[in-house]
């Protein structure tokens, strides 16, 4: 009798495996774009735009052009000429790729320079010389929709304001009923600032463009490779077999690598016109200037109550800033994104959403950062509206929650705003948190500390997010349908590679699609390499964002296995000399069902199907698999915040963040755990100091490291993280759920209770984020609201 | 930095002003011509082909070009490559034997302390001035530490544990020795 496999020491499903990439990153020897020399490579530098709003009268480059290793000098006026100067955008907008009739936020491209080296491109840039003649400017919604604002959109035909779109979603005739039936009606007004995704490697590029072959090679900083091979066909009119995007490796995305940038497009461009490989790497504040920002949306909200808690009703409207183009990267049906996954935990007959959408003068993006689509917005504003109705009817902040959440036995459940949820254990995962943080200790320590004149609070805050879009018939970004792939051969000594068309970007694939085919295969995960991003080699796919890889490309990596197994099944009984019928599998095993001690390992299979298969069977044993999820993924989890709150500075402390996370199957419950707390700093960072503002001029507050405040490992909490409760998604072949963003999308809303909860008894219903000390102050001194949407006061 | 232009009215490659340095990087005695205006990151970059050591910022702020010049921790982002001369440099490239890594590099991956692995080699380089003074921090003294570095992967947790798993295993090797 041969042993069963032991699934965890052969680094299958559950095994907390160490990571195959650490080995080249912890010796220096990882290979990001920047990372990458071309023989004859140039250089790429960009000017931009001083001014957030003004007409460029001239542009006057001969002063670059005379700088001895300057090869190119690029405007908008030459873009033009090759119908360039202009490209669409992921939301069927249009956006400028350098600027040709006016500028329209600070930072934007006007031209470049490609020179030896980045030093005299950079010099060159200083040299050109732009005229411009200054226009009104409008930072906010509010001005953009005000009587006589500028339009900032005078390029499109037909475009008579700063609308870009009125959106709605759900019940509104019925919402208006409910709220007639309310004995209490909860409001809240918020801002949810515009915020930077800022992975600390910036965006980059180079393009190699080879007249000899017609080939255009692309090394660039891009968590959707495919999509950008489909963009420069489109857009460049350049064969796509001619097109080779290659994402090396990438020091972090969160969402802002996503979108297709000028830097790109002139990169190409450069390299197509000069015949030789062009770099553009783009420096910091370049990158937070211009590139996907997230959030920047306001919330009017209110909720129709009975007396005893239960929820009746709930009405949003929201107005969303865009910046000047509309470039969000979200699927098409869903103009503000899945903004209307708000209250999908909670059981609530009925909802209403609208959201208009305009242009400011501030940088375009709106990408998905660590959240699929505008789920962090609605996350955000969800609990604190929770906050608020609790607050209002006099109820218990968990017990108001739990009598509203979706009971276990009532999946699948209909959201009012039209998604089907499937599982959770929501009661259970709230009761572990609650535990966790010794509840109703805190209460009592926060009453008898509240004696003392000290503030201590705590925030809770439920999330439920859609990961893991499609599936096709609901999701497509520009018409291509949202599925995904995996690619599979098995070598005839047993060895694999997989190859799937996401794109990590940290999150671990390489170790953990390995893990993956182990659980399907048996085949070791030492025994499986794992290449991603090479578009000349990888299936086509969607890329790596929204916390999609695992539901649909993990999902296609299972998939894939199992059609390997199918046909080594065939295999086994052909050595077995037995019919297929006769032939069970265990891990890495076949063995004839009568006589158990008798069978062939996976290994013996794959040799077999070089060099012994039965007549007639295709040689070979590696296949692909595309697959469209029949639903998204919901997994669920309660983020507990204490928090002390100093009443002397507004300074405030995190005393404990206690994350209870149900994401279904962990397929490695460490990198599960690494996901969750970066999550949980990211959430913490928004909530505490990391915004992007403008003051009245649109001049952005945060184009660098010391105005735009990202926590050190000083002021990070540490993180109590449960694992305890595993609902496995019913459809998902491993029943696994995303988890990469969930504690971003929930944990902002958590640390805000708190501290709102330390100031209750003071009439401080909100402060927009981040609560910087001095926001907080204000609110304790003055016993008020305090507002934080721009533009800010000139002497913050 | 060797850069060869072609010859516009008699500028040319000679008129950019060089300096000659000498410094010790990883052990290795070296000599470079620069431009005055370089920085010291971009001649370990470029220069040196020692891509382990990476640019997030250029202004001093993420600490992903943390390097050790004469054993202290410095963003070489923010100094001038004409300022090594004279001095030694270590980068992450140096921490490994051929055949066995630096405690600090098992530690990262023991504890999982990188995913996407662009601020290690900075994080890495600051860890190991601190483990050189202190071979016993505790976890706040790590935190300290590494306040000049940034991390947007992580949450800094699993940084910490990594820091403090090579700091044991240094003291237990010196222990033996």
């Known amino acids: ?796 | 930095m060797t850069i060869v232009y072609e010859d516009q009215d008699g500028q040319a490659a000679s008129d950019i002003p060089a300096r000659r340095i000498k410094f010790v990087i990883n052990g290795q005695k070296m000599i470079a011509e620069v431009e005055p205006r370089l920085l010291l990151s971009h001649l370990i970059r470029r220069g040196l082909a020692l891509t382990g050591t990476h640019m997030g910022c250029d202004t001093t702020n993420c600490g992903a070009c943390t390097v050790l010049v004469d054993g202290r921790p410095v963003k070489s982002c923010t100094m001038l490559a004409v300022q090594a001369d004279g001095h030694e440099i270590s980068t992450v490239e140096g921490l490994a034997t051929a055949s066995e890594l630096h405690p600090l590099q098992e530690g990262f991956k023991e504890e999982h302390g990188l995913q996407c692995g662009f601020c290690t080699p900075g994080m890495m380089m600051a860890a190991k001035a601190l483990l050189d003074a202190n071979p016993d921090p505790t976890e706040e003294d790590v935190r300290w530490a590494l306040s000049g570095n940034l991390c947007r992967c992580t949450g800094y947790q699993n940084i910490v544990k990594s820091v403090l798993w090579a700091a044991a295993k240094l003291r237990a090797e010196s222990g033996e020795a």
């Open chain 1, 1 to 796: 009798m041969s042993q069963a496999l032991d699934e965890i020491k052969i680094g299958g499903l559950g095994a907390s495996r160490k990571r195959v990439e650490d080995n080249r990153f912890i010796r220096g020897k990882g290979n990001y774009t920047d990372d990458i020399t071309l023989p004859g490579m140039l250089h790429m530098e960009i000017l931009r735009s001083p001014l957030a709003h003004a007409r460029i009268v001239s542009i006057d480059a001969s002063k670059a052009w005379d700088i001895p290793g300057v090869h190119l000098v690029l405007t908008g006026e030459m873009m033009a000429t090759r119908n360039l100067a202009w490209m669409p955008t992921l939301s069927y907008d249009t956006q400028a790729v350098l600027a040709t009739d006016k500028v329209r936020f600070q930072g934007q491209e006007v031209a470049c320079v490609i020179a030896d080296d980045p030093y005299i491109a950079k010099d060159a840039c200083e040299a050109i010389e732009v005229e411009y003649e200054a226009l009104p400017v409008i930072v906010n919604p509010e001005q953009a929709v005000a009587e006589g604002a500028p339009v900032i959109r005078d390029d499109k035909e037909n475009q008579q304001d700063n609308v870009i779109f009125d959106w709605e979603v759900g019940d509104a005739a019925g919402t208006d009923r409910a709220f007639e039936q309310a004995d209490v009606i909860s409001k809240l007004k918020l801002h949810y600032p515009r915020s930077h995704p800022s992975p600390i490697e910036c965006c980059g590029s180079i393009a190699d463009f080879n007249r000899a072959t017609s080939k255009l090679t692309v090394y660039m900083t891009t968590q959707a490779p495919h999509i950008i091979r489909a963009a420069v066909a489109l857009v460049a009119e350049l064969p796509e077999h001619m097109i080779r995007i290659i994402s090396p490796d990438i020091g972090g995305g969160f969402g802002n690598k996503v979108p297709v940038y000028p830097g790109y497009v002139c990169s190409i461009l450069a390299s197509i016109l000069l015949e030789r490989p062009v770099k553009w790497i783009e420096d910091k504040t370049g990158n937070l200037i211009s590139t996907g920002f997230a959030r920047d949306i306001y919330l009017d909200g209110e909720m129709a109550l009975r007396r005893d808690g239960k929820i009746l009703a709930v009405r949003m409207h929201c107005d969303s800033d865009h910046g000047a183009f509309f470039s969000d990267a979200q699927p098409s049906k869903f103009k503000i994104g899945l903004l209307h996954s708000a209250f999908a935990a909670y059981d609530i007959p009925v909802a209403h959403l609208s959201d208009r959408g305009t242009y400011t003068n501030k940088a375009p993006g709106g990408v998905a950062y660590r959240c699929s689509f505008r789920v962090t917005e609605a996350m955000f504003f969800q609990e604190r509206m929770m906050q608020a109705a609790a607050d209002d009817l006099g109820m218990d902040q968990a017990e108001f929650r739990r009598m509203n959440f979706v009971r276990d036995d009532d999946f699948p459940h209909r959201t009012p705003f039209g998604f089907l949820t499937d599982s959770g254990q929501y009661a259970k995962c709230l009761d572990v948190g609650l535990k966790a943080v010794g509840y109703e200790d805190f209460r009592r320590e926060q009453t008898e500390a509240r004696k003392r004149g000290r503030l201590l609070g705590l925030g809770i805050s439920t999330m439920t997010e859609p990961l893991g879009a499609g599936n096709s018939r609901e999701y497509d970004i520009l018409g291509i349908k949202m599925f995904d792939s995996a690619d599979l051969k098995v070598h005839m000594t047993g060895k694999a590679i997989v190859r799937t068309g996401a794109r990590g970007q940290g999150q671990g694939h390489e170790t953990t699609w390995a893990q993956i085919v182990s659980h399907e295969l048996g085949i070791p995960a030492d025994d499986i390499v794992v290449e991603e991003g090479d578009t000349d080699t990888a299936p086509f796919g969607m890329g790596t964002y929204a916390s999609r890889s695992t539901p649909v490309a993990g999902a296609a990596v299972a998939m894939v296995s199992r059609k390997i197994r199918a046909k080594a099944r065939k295999l086994a009984a052909h050595l077995l000399e037995v019919s297929e019928e006769d032939v069970e599998w265990e891990l890495g095993r076949f063995y004839i069902r009568s006589a158990p001690d008798r069978g062939v390992t996976i290994q013996e299979c794959a040799m077999a199907a070089y060099s012994n298969m039965p007549d007639g069977m295709e040689p070979g044993l590696e296949n692909t698999a595309y697959y469209d999820p029949p639903n998204l993924t919901w997994p669920f989890a309660v983020y507990i915040i204490t928090v002390e709150v100093d009443p002397e500075t507004g300074v405030w402390d995190v005393l404990k963040t206690v994350a209870v996370d149900d994401c279904g199957v962990r397929i490695n419950p460490m990198i599960v755990e690494g996901q969750i707390m970066g999550g949980l700093t990211e959430a913490y960072a928004m909530a505490n100091m990391q915004f992007i503002t403008f003051d009245a001029d649109g001049n952005c507050v945060g184009s660098n490291y010391m105005d735009y405040l990202l926590p050190t490992a000083w002021e990070t909490p540490g993180f109590e993280l449960h694992s305890e409760v595993v609902t496995p998604c019913p459809h998902h072949p491993i029943g696994a759920k995303g988890i990469g963003e969930c504690a971003a999308v929930g944990g902002p809303a958590a640390f805000v209770n708190a501290v709102i909860d330390a100031l209750s008894g003071m009439g401080v219903r909100n402060i927009d984020m981040p609560l910087l000390p001095d926001r907080v102050w204000e609110a304790i001194t003055y016993h008020r609201d305090v507002s934080g949407a721009p533009p800010v006061r000139s002497d913050d």
